[in-house]
């Protein structure tokens, strides 16, 4: 069993910055790929960005490319999504996900994730 903690949403004038971390307890974190999503209202939860689990491969969708960087510490258990350029329409709730896996590519769709956080929400205003 794998326990997520997302933090660092918040309020964010258009063109600012946020930095969204998760934490995750409750097994070895390294061997995971680790995936952010968002869902904003009325919409389905969409893909974000992914990180294999050595770090070192990343996959951004084609609305956040360039804007945001995924990255994670497994010293700290920890996965963070930089996010820069923000425009009202990044406005939504994110969440961070777990899957378990050794292999090198992370998976994209949100049904090959095995654990998720509760979410947090970020709000852009224009």
């Known amino acids: 069993q794998v326990q997520l903690v997302e933090s660092g949403g918040g309020l964010a004038q258009a063109g600012g910055s946020l930095r969204l971390s998760c934490v995750a307890s409750g097994r070895t974190f390294s061997r995971t790929a680790m995936g952010w999503f968002r869902q904003g209202p009325g919409k389905e939860r969409e893909f974000v960005a992914a990180?294999?689990?050595?770090?070192?491969?990343?996959y951004y969708s084609d609305a956040v490319e360039d804007r945001f960087t995924i990255s994670r510490d497994n010293t700290k258990n920890t996965v963070y999504l930089q996010m820069n350029s923000l425009k009202p329409e990044d406005s939504a709730v994110y969440y961070c996900?777990?899957?378990?896996?050794?292999?090198?590519?992370?998976?994209?769709?949100?049904?090959?994730?095995?654990?998720w956080g509760q979410g947090t929400q970020v709000t852009v205003s224009s």
């Open positions: 996900a777990v899957k378990v896996t050794t292999s090198l590519v992370p998976p994209l769709q949100p049904t090959r994730y095995d654990y």
């Open positions: 990180i294999s689990w050595s770090g070192g491969r990343t």
